[in-house]
């Protein structure tokens, strides 16, 4: 497994925008799929973008978020803007080693322990 620690949650206003980030150790980042997640209050884990030798996002999110990785640095990031309140949510890095953009929970077998994001109306 992958541990991974997220960072960068926070209270923004509806329109802002907030990085987060991702910090990974174990197997070797380079070869795995690191994807975003989240869960909001009463809801279901939602898959929110994915990563490897392409990008993966959920309908939601697109134009709006962008993930990005640096292998040299073991971090993946999320770049939100143009947030919204239905954005609020604990956000969850994951990782795989299957390299497929995959976009369902079961496919990911390590997990960060979440960070709250909340957007303001």
Known sequence: QVQL???????VQAGGSLRLSCAASGRTFAGQTMAWF?????????????IMWAVRYADSVKGRFTISRDNAKNTVYLHMSSLKPE????????????????RTLGDYDSWGQGTQVTVSS
Not at 87 to 102: I, K, N, P, S
């Open 5 to 11: 620690v997220e960072s960068g949650g926070g209270l």
């Open 38 to 50: 989240r869960q909001a209050p009463g809801k279901e884990r939602e898959f929110v973008a994915a």
């Open 87 to 102: 954005d609020t949510a604990v956000y969850y890095c994951a990782a795989t080693g299957t390299g497929a953009l995959a």
